[in-house]
Nanobody, 123 residues
Framework: QVQLVESGGGLVQAGGSLRLSCVVS????????MGWFRQAPGKEREFVAI???????YYSDSVKGRFTISRDNAKNTVYLQMNSLKPEDTAVYYC?????????????????WGQGTQVTVSS
């Protein structure tokens, strides 16, 4: 059974930064592509970023230039560095394991999810 455990959320003022971490159980992390999603109250879960197993990355337009996804294969960990945070970034953030061969920006393209970590940005 694969487990994903996020951490690093919290309360921050607008313009501030946070770094989220997601530790993934198992011995095949380096062969996985991993994504971050977020869900604000009353809204659908939306794609934020993905790190492909090759190491390349892709971002949603709403976070491009502000957020950076990265990975440490030795630690089975994927990170999301969030800078220049805005109140509209407030949401629960989830990491997820990408399904090989799927598209990349829909929740159905991922099979295992973490429990989520709350990020709140005050104005």
């Amino acid at each position: 059974q694969v487990q994903l455990v996020e951490s690093g959320g919290g309360l921050v003022q607008a313009g501030g930064s946070l770094r989220l971490s997601c530790v993934v159980s198992g011995r095949t992390f380096s062969s996985l592509s991993m994504g971050w999603f977020r869900q604000a109250p009353g809204k659908e879960r939306e794609f934020v970023a993905i790190t492909w197993r090759s190491g390349s990355t892709y971002y949603s337009d709403s976070v491009k230039g502000r957020f950076t996804i990265s990975r440490d294969n030795a630690k089975n960990t994927v990170y999301l560095q969030m800078n220049s945070l805005k109140p509209e970034d407030t949401a629960v953030y989830y990491c997820a394991r990408h399904i090989y061969g799927s598209d990349w920006n829909d929740v159905h393209d991922y099979d295992y999810w973490g429990q989520g970590t709350q990020v709140t940005v005050s104005s």
